[in-house]
């Protein structure tokens, strides 16, 4: 007979509760994940980094690219560079819209603004990751683009009757590479950085935004490219 199955009954149980302890200590701490996080970012003044976007949604997926940029207190600017030339930017009150060459520009208050760019710029500030997302957790079923790179997912507060759910690839060093928003109907909107470039010297004027002459500007609540 087997040694092993000859262990008394207690035994057992210490080795059952001994393998299921260490499983728990290998599971990751959401809460430790998401304060590195936001230690991350709450120390930084600025962010530059390069982006992609690929949209799937009503029958049509776009891909697109170009440079993203933060600064304290809540700026933001996008400038996509492929496959056409337009600007997303806020300058923490106000959002615009403008694609050059067209004829208008659209604008909107930031607290009307409904788009999944706008709560980036908090990224650098003090909010804290959790209190951001209902539901937060580490997902497992989703592969990481790096090893050794972590995928939070949760829902954004505010946006419960339009997200289904929102992944976060996290870095070792707390860094966010990717964002992946899965809409209730069915539309897919993925984020994806690279080259971060933090604390550079970034121009105030660069999350201003005055329309060329000619250009009319619209009042929106949406401001999708």
């Not at 959401?30 to 690929?54: C, G, P, R, W």
């Not at 520009?105 to 650098?124: E, G, Q």
């Not at 580490?138 to 939070?152: C, E, I, P, R, W």
Request: glycine share 6%; proline share 7%; with cysteine.
């Amino acid at each position: 007979m087997d040694p092993v199955r000859k262990l008394p009954p207690v035994v057992w149980l210490v080795l059952l509760c001994f393998a299921c302890l260490q499983v728990v200590a290998q599971a990751p701490d959401i809460h430790k994940i998401a304060e590195q996080v936001d230690k991350h970012y709450n120390s930084m003044e600025s962010l530059q980094t390069d982006f992609t976007e690929l949209y799937r949604g009503g029958g049509m997926t776009r891909n697109e690219s170009g440079v993203m940029y933060l600064k304290k207190p809540g700026r933001m600017r996008w400038d996509y560079e492929s496959p056409a030339k337009k600007v997303f930017l806020t300058d923490g009150k106000t959002a615009w819209f403008y694609v050059p060459g067209e004829r208008q520009a659209r604008r909107t208050s930031v607290k009307k603004l409904d788009d999944f760019r706008s709560p980036l710029r908090y990224l650098l500030g003090h909010t804290k990751l959790e209190k951001e997302f209902n539901g937060l957790s580490v997902m497992t079923s989703d592969k990481a683009a790096a090893q050794g790179n972590m995928v939070l997912s949760g829902v954004p507060k505010g946006m419960e009757d339009r997200v289904q759910e929102t992944r976060l690839e996290i870095a070792p060093d707390g860094t966010i590479v990717r964002i992946s928003i899965e809409e209730l109907d069915g539309s897919f909107t993925e984020f994806r950085f690279q080259q971060p470039r933090e604390n550079v010297q970034v121009a105030d004027s660069k999350f201003k935004f005055a329309p060329p002459p000619g250009v009319e500007v619209m009042e929106a609540t949406e401001l999708e490219p």
